[in-house]
């Protein structure tokens, strides 16, 4: 038995369902911040700390309500992650796309999002049609925010946070679309 057993025995927990559930939110937990904690060192590194910071408060909470890709293995999630991180940060501010454009893929990729939020899988499945609701409402509450921050950041001249906003909502909306399909592509074959 390991630590973690005897804790949760030692709490009083006998149910099952509620014993699986700590068990998989400590592991999230666990994984994802060695994730951060690795990701933070490389872009602190590179001189890139505070547009990971950004990102990573941002894109955090739109992925957590609106759902999206998730790979079957640990490292597989990390380095998909990493690869869009790096993408988000190091390359997507330096390609030379016009203004108009960016509100283009901003509008876009936002009513995208408004759309087809939430998209879980069937390892983190929404069981109720309120909790449903309940996580839309939220997801549209967010990206409508996130919309019209990037909005004022556009205003104040503040092109990198702007334009890293803009990909990040971009990268997630393809992320939800193909989700999408994959869910519906799933289903024709159970």
């Given amino acids: 038995m390991n630590k973690l057993d005897e804790i949760i025995i030692n709490a009083g927990i006998k149910d099952r369902l509620t014993i699986v ?19 933070s060192v490389f872009f602190s590194l ?3 700390a505070l547009p990971f910071l950004f990102v ?3 894109l955090s909470p739109l992925r957590c309500l609106s759902g999206g890709m998730h790979l079957k293995t640990k490292m597989g999630c990390f380095l998909f992650s990493f690869a ?4 988000l940060i190091v390359a997507a501010p330096h390609f030379d ?13 936002s009513l995208v999002i408004f759309i087809f939020s939430p998209v879980f899988t069937k390892n983190r499945p929404i069981k109720t049609t309120n909790r449903f609701e309940t996580i839309r409402l939220a997801t549209r509450i967010l990206i409508s ?9 556009y205003l104040l001249s503040i092109p990198q946070y702007f334009i890293l906003g803009v990909w990040m909502i971009v990268i997630q909306s ?15 074959h159970d």
Avoid at 84 to 87: A, K, L, M, V
Avoid at 97 to 109: E, G, W
Avoid at 145 to 153: G, P, V
């Fill in 21 to 39: 559930k700590i068990k998989y939110g400590l592991e999230i937990v666990r994984t994802e911040s060695v994730k951060i904690i690795v990701m």
């Fill in 46 to 48: 590179i001189g890139q």
């Fill in 56 to 58: 990573l408060l941002t």
């Fill in 84 to 87: 869009i991180y790096f993408y």
């Fill in 97 to 109: 796309i016009p203004t108009i454009v960016y509100f283009s893929m901003l509008i876009a990729s």
């Fill in 145 to 153: 925010i996130y919309f019209i921050a990037l909005i004022i950041l």
């Fill in 174 to 188: 393809i992320q939800l679309v193909l989700a999408v399909i994959k869910k519906r592509g799933g289903k024709k």
